[in-house]
């Protein structure tokens, strides 16, 4: 199997991307790894400091690291939006994959100082695992697989919330065409700069997308902005909140150099939407197992849908 980074480069060699969907239990997660595998293309777990608590930190890494063993298939793990060094050295010492910092509402200098405080981190278990020594306790090369963390941070603020937005949340300025105003986009200059200085593997810039899904307005990806960017930056692009985006948009996004691409509000809604119609139509059900069976076909089908844009699979 190949590392992450190397599946990254790969999406970025073909024009593609990598599909990363976040979970808040086992029932998604094994709904993402189906449409996955039914399409054999890898995929990243995200889990935010939320979603991860209340899986448990040690026990996601741990589910994650079984099914990519057992089913030998690419499933990478990412600790989404993490706020403080605290919780980016959790995340690594548990053995994820990817951390992303997020001091990206803060001034730049703020945020270039936490992240390269992450990327140094980063590097240090990185050099001690390739000498096959580990910094957890339980013992030599106990992760069983190769380990590369890698570290993602984010530039230009883009909402927090991944829920169904009555319209864009204030701070964010728009243009008069409803998209966000260009002044709150990411510059092609300040992508390079952030990267070079923080010495980061992959960016998220502020593209014109919105974390959450927005009501009859969802504002539109700035595409030229997007190619610009890829154009002024050897680190692959990675584009948040992606729910609530047309597929045409999608796959134009992914064109113009976006090499992983975010999910989770229209998991959750699907998730909880089947949830609710399994329990009306089934209200003597107490067996969760049959009752949210349901809820898990119903995100390994927005997955699919998704994977097979984000891979140019017919
Ligand atoms: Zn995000």
Redesign the pocket.
Known sequence: MKTLRQYIQEARENGAAIGHFNISNVEALNGIVKAARKLNVPVVI?V?EGERDFIGVSQVSALVRSLRQKLNHPIFLNA??TYSFERVKEAIDAGFDMV?T?HAGTDIQANIDFTRQAVQYAKEVNEKRANGLDVDVTGKNSLGFPTEVLVEA?IGY?GKS?KVLDGVPTEIPLDENGNIALSALTTAEDASTFVRETGIDLL?PAVGNI?GIVKNAQPKLNIARIAEIAASTDAPLVL??ASGIGNTELAAAVEAGISMV?Y?TELRVAYRDALRDSLAQNPNEVAPYKFLASSVEAVEKVVEEKLRIMNKIK
Do not use: L, T
């Open positions: 995200g935010s989404d939006h992303i997020d984010e883009i991944s998220a974390h948040h909140g975010h989770n």
